[in-house]
C-alpha cells in the first residue's frame, strides 16, 4: 500500500507570507502553493490524500465608527469581497477541503502610528482607529485534523505550513500515532518547540511563481508517483 500525504495550509499564515500591500495572494497562488509542496522530493512517490486550507470567513457585521457615527459593512468591504473570491475558487480546486473558523468584532482600537506618537495631548479622529478584529477555531480545526489524520490513519504523513507554536501537542500526538510531520514555515522564525516535535523542517521553501504553467487539476494524478487587514 502506498503512503498517503496530507498538506494542511494554516490560511492566514499563508496568505500573510504570500501576499503585499498592492497584491493579495489569490486562490492560483495558493494552488500553485500546494502544487509546489507536492513537487518536494520528501513527498516523492506518496500518494495525496487531500489538501486542507484553514481559514475564517469574512465577517458579515455591520458597526458604527465611534467618534463619526459613520456605519460600516464588513461584508460589503473590498477585502470582504475579495476573501469571498478566494474561497469560492478554492472550493473547487482538485483535492482542497476547507475548514472555517469564524470572526468576532470586539470593538475598536487606536492605530500602531497613533500610539507610537508622544507629547502631553494627543489629538485622536476617526480615521485613528480600527476594528478589533479576532479569530476564533481556526486552530482547533488545524489541530483537530492533525489528529483524526493521525489516529485514522488517513494520512502517514502530514504537511503542514505555519510557524505557530499552538500546533505543538497536535503534532506530539501525530507522532505518537506513528505518522510523521513536515513543517514548511516559508521562510518564517519558529521557536524551538516546532523544530523539535517535526520530523522535517522546511524553512527555505521559494515562494510561488504565479501561473507557472500547470495547475492542480494537471498535476493530481501525478502525485500518486511523486495580516494586511484581519476584517475579514
Same mark, same amino acid.
Given at each position: ?13 499563508? %496568505?500573510? $507570507? ?11 497562488? &495558493? !494552488?500553485?502553493?500546494?502544487? +509546489?509542496? *507536492? ?69 475598536? %482600537?487606536? $492605530? ?11 489629538? &485622536? !479622529?476617526?480615521?485613528?482607529? +480600527?476594528? *478589533? ?92 508517483? *511523486? ?6
Amino acid at each position: 500500500m502506498s503512503i498517503s500525504y496530507a498538506i494542511l495550509l494554516d490560511g492566514g499564515f499563508v %496568505r500573510h $507570507k504570500l501576499s503585499s500591500a498592492r497584491a493579495p495572494v489569490d486562490a492560483s497562488g &495558493i !494552488s500553485t502553493l500546494a502544487d +509546489q509542496i *507536492a513537487l518536494l522530493p520528501c513527498v516523492h512517490g506518496m500518494r495525496l490524500h487531500r489538501i486542507y486550507f484553514y481559514d475564517a470567513k469574512p465577517l458579515e457585521t455591520v458597526a458604527q465608527v465611534p467618534l463619526c457615527g459613520r456605519l460600516i459593512d464588513f461584508g460589503a468591504t473590498t477585502v470582504a469581497s475579495r476573501n469571498k473570491h478566494l474561497q469560492s475558487a478554492l472550493m473547487r480546486e482538485p483535492f482542497f477541503a476547507l475548514r472555517f473558523g469564524e470572526l468576532m468584532h470586539e470593538g475598536w %482600537r487606536l $492605530k500602531k502610528d497613533v500610539l507610537q506618537q508622544s507629547g502631553p495631548t494627543i489629538e &485622536i !479622529s476617526a480615521d485613528d482607529i +480600527q476594528p *478589533a478584529i479576532r479569530q476564533k477555531g481556526v486552530d482547533m480545526r488545524i489541530g483537530l485534523d492533525i489528529a483524526t489524520l493521525a489516529l485514522k490513519r488517513q494520512a502517514q504523513v502530514i504537511v503542514l505550513v505555519t510557524a505557530d507554536s499552538d500546533f505543538i501537542p497536535a503534532m506530539k500526538f501525530a507522532r505518537r500515532e506513528g505518522a510523521q510531520l513536515f513543517l514548511i514555515t516559508l521562510g518564517h522564525g519558529i521557536r524551538d518547540g516546532l523544530r523539535e516535535h517535526a520530523d522535517l523542517v522546511i524553512q527555505d521553501f521559494p515562494l510561488p511563481i504565479k501561473n507557472p504553467g500547470h495547475g492542480l487539476s494537471d498535476f493530481g494524478l501525478q502525485a500518486e508517483s *511523486a495580516l494586511g487587514a484581519t476584517i475579514a
